[in-house]
């Protein structure tokens, strides 16, 4: 009801679209052309232009152009409806709840779901600092045996993994996460969890004076010759809590993001897997800003 209340039409929305990129009061704007504050005016038009012209030059501004709007067929009020249920939700909107909320195709509802996912809730680039937990997970479960496979007992000494094991690894994204404790989060797909791809991606995300609090996993040996601290817990051992040396906070994310994704999504192509984490990522980041949700991401359509 406040969402309607507060955009009831096409026209509200585009007002607010002017008012929050061009004019605060909704009359006066910078003309580009006259390169001073004019007054424009909104002139109803056959062609319907979402445009205001100077009174000066006749110069029009239009309030969609440079956004995820520009250019599209759909409604500006379907477009707001649509960011207001993707604020509204913990769990995530599909595609075909979309369809069926704003009468629109599958194809149309699936692109401003992925609009709104890499341009509205992108990272911003800001480097993690303090305390610092790493983890890597699959959203795709565990690999299962091929079915009719029988159990074989491991043999005692090094093991060696099939072509199959390593087939199925392959055919699994790996999704790593770094939080900050009390802070933000940053989440992204990786090739593989083997090999220096994750020390990389720490040390691009990761301001030096940090420390960073990992499992036992390998690859993350050689992280205290980049950060003032590196502290792990071995979860091999059977340790999960010793002192403040724990990764409950990276894994809780995982604890939400997988079963959001199995119970919203059934299945997420690897190809556009990123825009999810942006999405899981954005939301959990965004509780900290003083301001509503829906508000955040009308300013980051303005932009």
């Not at 030096?208 to 010759?225: C, H, K, M, V």
Request: hydrophobic share 35%; net charge positive; proline share 4%.
């Amino acid at each position: 009801m406040e969402f309607m209340r507060d955009f009831p039409d096409d026209a509200a929305c585009l007002e607010h679209l002017w008012r929050t990129r061009y004019s605060q009061d909704g009359e006066h704007a910078e003309c580009p052309k006259c390169a001073c504050e004019r007054v424009f005016r909104r002139y109803n038009t056959a062609q319907g232009r979402q445009s205001w012209t100077c009174t000066g030059c006749g110069h029009h501004v239009h309030p969609t152009a440079g956004t995820i709007f520009h250019k599209s067929s759909t409604s500006l009020h379907l477009w707001f409806f649509a960011i207001y249920m993707m604020a509204s939700t913990r769990c995530g909107v599909s595609a075909k709840m979309l369809e069926r909320e704003l009468g629109v195709s599958y194809k149309t509802a699936w692109r401003m779901l992925r609009l709104i996912r890499t341009e509205l809730m992108a990272d911003d680039g800001a480097m993690l600092s303090g305390d610092v937990e790493v983890d890597e997970a699959s959203v795709d479960g565990k690999p299962r045996r091929p079915q009719g496979a029988a159990r074989r007992q491991i043999a005692i000494g090094p093991s060696r993994r099939s072509e199959a094991a390593k087939l199925r690894e392959r055919s699994r994204a790996t999704v790593f996460a770094a939080v900050e404790r009390g802070g933000r989060i940053k989440a992204t797909v990786l090739p593989s969890r083997r090999g220096p791809q994750l020390n990389r991606q720490i040390i691009e995300w990761v301001e030096p004076e940090s420390i960073i609090i990992t499992d036992d996993w390998s690859s993350y040996n050689g992280l205290d010759r980049h950060f003032i601290a590196h502290s792990r817990i071995n979860h091999s051992a059977g340790w999960y809590v010793q002192g403040s040396t724990h990764t409950n906070t990276v894994e809780g994310f995982f604890g939400h993001l997988k079963p959001a994704i199995k119970g919203t999504y059934r299945k997420v192509s690897h190809r556009w897997l990123q825009g999810y984490l942006n999405e899981f990522t954005w939301r959990r980041n965004a509780r900290y800003s003083p301001t509503s949700m829906f508000e955040q991401l009308l300013d980051n359509a303005a932009v």
